[in-house]
Structure formats: C-alpha cells, structure tokens
C-alpha cells in the first residue's frame, strides 16, 4: 500500500466526506470556468429552475434516476463474469480513498454521489463534448449538415477522457468509457443535462451504498 493510500485511510469520515464532495464540486467549478472562458457555457443544457413551475426539474431528476437501472443491471451482469480483470474490481474495496469512502453513511455517501454527477457531468458532458464538438466544426472537416456526426465523434473522445479520468485499473477505465457513452447519450438524446447528472449520481449512490453494507456483513461474520 502507498503512502497516500495511508493517509486516506487514516483520514477520520469527515475528512473523507468533505475532501471527495470538495474534489467533485471543484469539477463543477472548472467547467463553469472553461465555459466561461472558451464557451460554450457548462450550463447550456441544464434547464432554468422556475419556482413556478418545478415540474421540469422534478421530471428531468425521475428519468435520470429510471436511466440509471440499465446501468446497474449491466454492472451486476459483468461482475459475474469469471475473469481476473473483473475479480480485480471486486477487490478495489480495500484500496485507499474507496475503502476511506465505504466507511461513511448512507446519507453522506448519497451527497457525495450528488456532488460527483453534478460535476463530472459539467465538466465531460455539459462543457468538454460540447467544446470538442465545436473545434470538430471549426476544422473544416464537417459541414452544418454532418452536425450529428461531429456530436458522436466528440461524444466518444470526451467519453475516452472520461474513462481516463478513472485510472483505477484497466478494466475500470473500460467501464468507465463505457458509462461517459451513455450518459453523453442521455443528453443527447433529451437536450438535458439534469437527466444523466441524475442517472450518475443514483448510479454511484446505489452502487457504494449496496457495497459497504456487504463489505459491514462481511467484516461481521465470525472468523
């Protein structure tokens, strides 16, 4: 183990919590500024909230939250396929700022998920594809009637970084890939970025609630 790995584990919770929402929202922070000072803006697809009428709002958070089921039933196939790779996520659990993050509660671990679909998904979704979209179109290379096709070729460049972003293990940077090709989809296809921030965040939520309850029934079998 690393010395870094160390020091996350001797973080105390609230330190846990506080350095990954800081970490997630510090993305959001970045895209809004990238989009301020190269454009297009990080909030271009991230509906106004009206008080008047929420209904918008609410609606764009349920289909993100339905929109995160595929994901989570494709994870749950794949982590049953018998391959070392995919052994070798199941034991990420107890590596550093994971293992660190598995020791708080559901609640904190819900905030923390919120504030990584928030900003993840303005920085690779809302301002990064966006931004590679418009340089496609700027080269020359396609013209306004092949715009789909500049979106799918800066969809799957900022779904490659995305998965970069991630460099736990191969594997993970693989699915990781993978989910920036969905959830660049989701907004996409809705014009809403609120739809996959929400699918990314129940996404995450689910999958380290569900995980450190069977990591706590583990550690509570006898010996």
């Not at 105390?12 to 809004?32: G, K, M, N, R």
């Not at 982590?79 to 020791?103: C, F, H, N, V, Y």
């Not at 989809?185 to 014009?191: E, I, K, P």
Request: charged fraction near 15%; hydrophobic fraction near 55%; proline fraction near 6%.
């Amino acid at each position: 183990m690393s010395s870094e790995e160390n020091d996350d584990a001797e973080q105390t919770p609230d330190q846990v919590f506080l350095s990954a929402a800081a970490f997630e929202l510090a993305l959001a922070a970045i895209a809004l500024f990238l989009g301020w000072a190269l454009g297009p803006s990080a909030r271009a697809t991230v509906p106004e909230f009206n008080p008047d009428d929420i209904w918008p709002i609410l609606n764009s958070i349920f289909l993100g939250c339905l929109a995160a089921g595929p994901i989570l039933l494709g994870i749950e196939i794949i982590r049953r396929i018998p391959w070392e790779s995919i052994r070798e996520l199941e034991r990420l659990t107890d590596e550093g700022m994971i293992k660190a993050l598995l020791q708080l509660r559901p609640a904190e671990l819900i905030m923390v998920s919120i504030c990584a679909g928030i900003g993840e998904e303005l920085l690779f979704r809302g301002w990064l594809m966006y931004w590679l979209a418009d340089g496609i179109g700027l080269t020359g290379i396609a013209g306004p009637a092949d715009a789909p096709l500049v979106l799918g070729i800066a969809l799957v460049i900022s779904s490659i970084v995305f998965g970069l972003f991630h460099p736990i293990t191969k594997a993970y940077i693989v699915l990781a890939a993978l989910m920036g090709l969905y959830f660049g989809g989701l907004v996409l296809y809705t014009g809403n970025l609120l739809v996959p921030i929400a699918a990314h965040a129940t996404y995450d939520a689910v999958q380290l609630i569900m995980t450190a309850r069977q990591e706590a029934r583990e550690a509570a079998r006898p010996a």
